[in-house]
């Protein structure tokens, strides 16, 4: 019999059997499924393919299972279905199709997982054709949507909002152009007929492609994760709050961080009102009428209608539970501390998004909690803030004086931004003579502890000043303060961290203004530079000693010439270092070009600053000091000396000159006073000491009167008995002038006395 080859049935093998049951035909897929080519097994009896010879009747059953011999000789295991056939001229044939056992099984399995998958309703299942229309659904979930039973052929647009529509079609989109698929992504789903309804949908989709690779559409597996998707959000928006909040130890700012994040969170505007307490550091405290002056203080999302800016409110209620306004859609939650009232919060959305539920409320009056900690902390923060700045100024001196030796500015950057304290510090101190002493000094450490160390090193050099020490003298008797200091330490004090003094440096500075000199002495501190009328910069050549607190090395002085203008610059490491650490010698050679570059003539407030912006970084970790002193000369012609020999007759002389020059200066109505004051001091001089005795008299913005002797004993005021003949002079002295007092000198002592130049009116 003549062997033919039927066409291929889509991979099905498939085989033409005669009325004796002979093979007389055999199909490409047949051949490639059994090995066998169709010459080989056309015109044979389909039997001889059996596996099993008891397999007689295969072709009466119609249809089952059945083991094939191959052309590799494994048997095949298939599913075979016969179709009879009218043949020619009445000849009856039959159709006998056949398949892998395995393969019908999985073609079973995929039809079982369709068919279920769309009869389920946990998880929501569409097919599109490649435009997106609609082929098939599983009915269950759509309900929701509004849609009748009929879906085939509507699309997306049919039956949802426009802006829900248009983003589930550019996803589906995607796949289809791109191939990939997308996972787990959310959209929010409205139907038209209800846009406050709705729900969150993840969307999973993947390409649909024929037999032959061509694109006809997508399926897309959808469920509804509304819950979850408030659920996730609730707890990012309370995450986001949690780490917002309590950020910054400003008041404002974290009410600014609490409207930034409920918005978008929780709604579409949101308002902080603080009590205006809270800004000063205090506890609200509400009136008998429970109410409170309360501030706008952030808000955030678009104006309300009312218009109302951020500041004063006036004087409202606070506190109450969390509560909920129906309309338009709001929340308003109490911020509350132990210490009492703060404020509230108040949130409100579009009256299309509907209520809030009662989740939304718990969730805000959680944050409301987290919120109330951060700005209770916030207060604290201030009214500590406030003491320590307090401390800090009560510590330091003004930032610009004025005295006649001469004009200082000060620039003082800590690095403890949090409280605005550090442990450099500097002081300009008067002293006797017209003179000035300026100092600058560095604390080991920083903050509120190193800020009470430096108080008392800066009151000690105040005291020690007030004797009016030499330089290198100060420095000594400071550096045993420090040492005893050091071991006076309490075990309480380190524990409570208190700054160790020693290791501390100072600088300090006598400036005369008559002989036009300064003295300078330093304990490890850098040395001043001196900016000359031309701008010439130069470092003083001082020899710096140990830094305090080492004990048993000596101190040195260093003497200069200053002309009139001439500014000086005291400073602390923390300029010159850069912030970091840097290289002092060219953070000197830095400081010295703006020196150099600075306008020092005018505004020395305004000078300094721009020096340590420009030396300053954004690394600092050392409190910046920078004092500048514009130096004065008083002229010759407002001075006058005499010099005297031990005799009492001497004094009448002194008395005539001294009157002589108080008229030349204009000064009469001091004449009698001075006249009485010198008489007192050159007699206690020439009695006790003995000569030559130096008389000084120094016009500035006070009259100084000086006596010089060789002795070293300091005079000592006490109050006399009615029966003394003397004991009364320096008594007299006291009452008659403004301050006076003495000092040591390499030649003996000085005492002197001050008088203002416009005494106040005598009472009587």
């Known amino acids: 019999m003549e062997s033919r080859r039927l066409p291929n049935n889509d991979g099905v093998a498939a085989a033409l059997v005669d009325a004796d049951g002979r093979v007389v035909g055999w199909t490409a897929a047949a051949e490639q499924l059994l090995a066998l080519d169709a010459a080989q097994v056309t015109g044979r009896p389909a039997r001889e393919l059996l596996a099993d010879d008891n397999e007689q009747n295969v072709l009466d059953r119609g249809s089952g299972e059945v083991r094939l011999r191959t052309g590799s000789g494994v048997p095949l295991e298939v599913s075979y279905q016969v179709l009879p056939l009218a043949g020619e001229g009445g000849e009856v044939r039959a159709l006998v199709l056949a398949t892998p056992a395995d393969t019908v099984a999985r073609r079973r399995q995929d039809e079982a997982f369709t068919r279920e998958l769309f009869l389920q309703d946990q998880l929501g299942l569409a097919v599109f054709d490649a435009d997106l229309r609609l082929l098939r659904t599983n009915t269950h979930l759509l309900p929701y949507t509004g849609l009748p039973d009929g879906l085939a052929g509507s699309k997306l647009h049919d039956y949802l909002q426009p802006d829900d529509a248009d983003a589930a079609e550019a996803i589906l989109r995607h796949v289809i152009t791109t191939g ?16 406050r309804g709705g729900a969150v949908m993840e969307i999973q989709a993947f390409r649909l492609l024929a037999l032959d690779g061509a694109v006809i559409g997508v399926t897309a597996l959808f469920g509804d994760v509304t819950e979850l998707h408030r659920y996730r959000r609730r707890a990012d928006v309370l995450h986001r ?36 307490a809270v800004f000063t550091g205090d506890e609200p405290q509400p009136a008998a009428d429970g109410r409170l002056a309360v501030r706008r203080t952030a808000t955030a999302g678009p104006p309300r209608t009312d218009g109302r800016p951020l500041g004063p409110l006036g004087r409202e209620t606070l506190g109450g539970p969390v509560e909920a306004i129906a309309d338009p859609p709001s929340m308003r939650a109490p911020l509350q501390a132990r210490s009492g009232p703060l404020g509230r919060v ?21 944050i409301a909690t987290r919120a109330s900690l951060a700005l209770d902390n916030a207060r604290r923060y201030t009214r500590e803030h406030r003491a320590a700045v307090g401390l800090q100024r009560s510590l330091l001196p003004p930032a610009e004086t004025a005295v006649p030796a001469a004009t200082t500015a000060s620039v003082y ?5 949090a409280t605005g304290v550090g442990g450099d510090w500097f002081d300009v101190i008067p002293l006797s003579s017209a003179r000035v002493a300026l100092v600058a000094g560095d604390v080991v450490g920083h903050g509120l502890q190193a800020s009470a160390t430096m108080g008392r090193l800066r009151t000690a050099v105040r005291t020690l000043a007030d004797l009016d020490l030499e330089p290198d003298e100060l420095l000594v008797h400071l550096d045993d303060l420090v040492s005893q200091l050091v071991v006076e330490g309490s075990e309480e004090e380190r524990e409570r961290g208190v700054a160790d003094p020693s290791g501390a440096t100072c600088v300090y500075a006598v400036y005369d203004p008559v002989a036009g000199i300064c003295q300078t002495a330093s304990a490890g501190h850098p040395p001043p530079a001196l900016v000359h009328p031309d701008g010439r910069v130069e470092y003083l050549p001082v020899n710096p000693g140990p830094p305090l607190g080492i004990g048993g090395l000596p101190f040195e002085t260093a003497e200069c010439a200053m002309r009139a203008g001439s500014v000086l610059a005291l400073y602390t490491d923390g300029l010159i270092e850069g912030g970091n650490g840097g290289d002092v010698d060219e953070g000197m050679e830095q400081l010295a070009a703006q020196l150099a570059e600075a306008d020092l003539t005018g505004d020395l407030a305004a000078a300094g600053r721009a020096i340590v912006a420009e030396m300053s970084t954004a690394e600092q970790n050392d409190d910046v000091t920078l004092l500048l002193a514009r130096l004065n000369h008083v002229l010759p012609e407002d001075t006058a000396a005499w010099t005297i020999e031990a005799d009492p007759s001497a004094v009448a002389g002194v008395r005539e000159s001294a009157s002589r020059t108080l008229e030349q200066w204009g000064l009469g109505e001091l004449v009698f006073t001075t006249e009485l004051v010198l008489s007192e001091l050159v007699t206690n001089a020439i009695r006790y000491a003995g000569g030559p005795v130096m008389v000084r008299l120094i016009r500035s913005s006070v009259l100084t009167c000086e006596v ?3 002795s070293a004993t300091q005079p000592r005021m006490r109050r006399a008995r009615l029966t003394d003949e003397g004991g009364r002079g320096l008594y007299l002295v006291a009452q008659l002038t403004e301050r006076w007092g003495s000092r040591y000198t390499r030649n003996g002592k000085t005492i002197w006395a001050e008088q203002l130049l416009e005494p106040p009116p005598l009472s009587w």
């Open 180 to 195: 990939e698929p997308v996972v787990r992504t959310a959209l929010r789903i409205r139907p038209l007929d209800d846009p």
């Open 241 to 276: 709050a949690t780490a917002a909040v309590g950020a910054s130890l400003s008041v404002a700012g974290n009410a600014e961080d609490l409207a930034g994040v409920l918005v978008p969170g929780l709604g579409d505007r949101v308002e902080v009102d603080i009590a205006e």
């Open 413 to 417: 950057r800590p690095t403890d931004t």
């Open 346 to 366: 108040t949130v409100h959305r579009d009256p299309v998004e509907g209520p809030y539920a009662r989740e939304d409320l718990e969730l805000l009056r959680e």
């Open 708 to 710: 010089s002797d060789p």
